[in-house]
């Protein structure tokens, strides 16, 4: 990716970003630091493919928040205070992020000494309070029934009425940053890949794709079939868990537990070309580990059983009145707020924004392979339902015409001996959740000093908390389903 690097004074940096987010094709990226004593901004170009790293060096630990101006700022504000201790002055609705009251307030995790400004502002999260006669809270989490991960959620609410949600998250914390960049270039990949373990490869290519990127080398063809190849399996399977996820909220069980089971042939997919239908130890950077082209013939036939046994389940979910009926109107966020946190994949384009990473930025094949990009204008869950559903059967199509087209050649070459000094690389990608960013950077020496993740999630969880309000609270495991959010992939 072509990254243009360039040093941006805190005083002009909100009234530049929102010059630059004003102008189209032009998305936030990430918001993070290196050590504590600088912002780190990436600005993404979708028409041009391009990206900007923006530099504002700090004299303190405190900086103008962005989010008065730019609402999907809020969140990733949120947690270069956690991370870093940088106090965003003027953020509307400052708490904690990923650490709780149990860490003691100086505690900063990724910065390597104390900042100047040592008073720090108590570590707490205290709940949004909604006033008014009847209204009662109900707390649910951070443990829930089953074995999904951990958060917390609080609704107020007016007999069933949800009026606000506060969410909660950070239990599931592990370090993983940090801990990546500790680790020799060869290990990472097995700590991106566990980040969140429904996603990856899509993980482990946002990883191998900015080390490639800080490297500058070239991935043989093959190699890139192969890995869209791996992502699109993996969309697939984890889309209809989803829709099978939404088909048991409803009580449409015979949907549901069909859908289970066609998860399972996915899988299998996945199992042919990765060795394993978790689909770890596949990607790395340089290309592929293995070659999976004794499996492509089967994993062809696989993928027709499939495009014609999912549409009977699917086609009984859209036409089944009362389904129907459980899904429209629940849970809506319109286009304008969607464009203004920032929303992205399915969530983002079921209220009408039409962006896709693997139209705009290279991991993969993509974007040197065309696609239809899905979407609906509702906003609900029935809209998200059914961007799923065309997903699915895009990159059921998808994964034919890759295994048509499969190219001869090489799946590896070898990164060179050392990383360049003072460098940045990018990797986005397409997950089955949306736009995922890697970003590592290097000191000096060329040795690992940052490594940064964005997962889809970070922007959609307000998403949830917009969708809930004004429905029932029995709506929200639905509405909660409706956008698979990641608990792991935000906690890092």
């Given at each position: ?7 941006v004074?805190d ?66 504000e949120r ?28 505690f900063?995790?990724l910065?390597?000494g ?16 909604v ?19 951990p ?7 007016l ?36 980040v ?87 990607v ?30 699917l ?18 966020v ?7 946190f ?136 639905l ?14």
């Amino acid at each position: 990716m072509r990254l243009k690097e360039l040093t941006v004074l805190d005083i002009d940096r909100a009234a530049m970003l929102q010059e630059r987010l004003h102008q189209p094709g032009t998305r936030l990226g990430l918001i993070t630091s290196i050590d504590g004593a600088q912002l780190i901004t990436l600005i993404l170009h979708t028409v041009s493919g391009e990206a900007e790293l923006w530099h504002t060096p700090l004299q303190s630990n405190r900086y103008q928040s962005l989010t008065p101006h730019i609402a999907q700022a809020h969140w990733q504000e949120r947690s270069v205070w956690d991370m870093f201790g940088l106090f965003p002055v003027g953020h509307p609705r400052l708490k904690h992020n990923l650490l709780h009251q149990a860490f003691r307030e100086s505690f900063f995790p990724l910065v390597p000494g104390a900042l100047e400004d040592s008073a720090f502002p108590h570590r707490s999260h205290t709940p949004m309070k909604v006033s008014g006669s009847g209204i009662y809270e109900v707390p649910v989490g951070p443990i829930h029934a089953g074995i999904i991960e951990p958060g917390h959620f609080r609704f107020s609410c007016l007999g069933e009425v949800v009026y606000n949600l506060e969410i909660r998250l950070g239990y599931l914390h592990r370090g993983v940053e940090k801990r990546i960049v500790e680790t020799p270039l060869s290990k990472q990949r097995f700590i991106a890949e566990a980040v969140a373990s429904d996603s990856a490869v899509a993980y482990a290519l946002a990883h191998a794709t900015a080390i490639e990127d800080l490297c500058d080398i070239e991935v043989p063809d093959r190699a890139l079939y192969l890995r869209s190849l791996a992502l699109e399996v993996e969309r697939v399977a984890m889309h209809i868990s989803d829709l099978g996820g939404l088909a048991g909220d409803i009580g449409y069980l015979g949907v549901a537990a069909t859908l289970s089971r066609l998860r399972g042939v996915a899988l299998q997919m996945g199992e042919l070309i990765c060795g394993s239908r978790l689909m770890r130890g596949f990607v790395c950077p340089g290309g592929v580990l293995l070659d999976p082209d004794n499996h492509l013939l089967q994993l062809q036939t696989l993928t027709a059983q499939l495009q014609n046994k999912i549409l009977s389940p699917l086609n009984a979910l859209l036409s089944n009145q009362v389904a129907i009926d459980r899904l429209d109107k629940i849970g809506r966020v319109s286009r304008r707020l969607a464009a203004d946190f920032g929303l992205t994949g399915p969530t983002a384009r079921a209220s009408d924004l039409v962006y896709d990473v693997r139209q705009h930025f290279p991991h993969g094949i993509y974007p040197q392979v065309s696609l239809a990009v899905n979407s609906e204008s509702g906003g609900d869950v029935l809209s998200r339902t059914k961007v799923r559903i065309a997903e699915v059967k895009s990159s059921l199509n998808i994964i034919q015409s890759f295994i048509d087209s499969m190219p001869a050649g090489s799946v590896f070459r070898n990164l060179p001996r050392d990383l360049p000094a003072n460098s940045f690389g990018i990797g986005v990608v397409e997950s089955h959740r949306g736009e995922l960013i890697h970003m590592a950077c290097t000191d000096e020496f060329g040795k690992l000093k940052r490594y940064a993740i964005k997962d889809a999630s970070v922007n959609n969880w307000t998403a949830l908390a917009i969708a809930v309000r004004s429905n029932l609270l029995a709506d929200f495991p639905l509405c909660n389903k409706s956008f698979a959010l990641s608990y792991g992939g935000h906690d890092l």
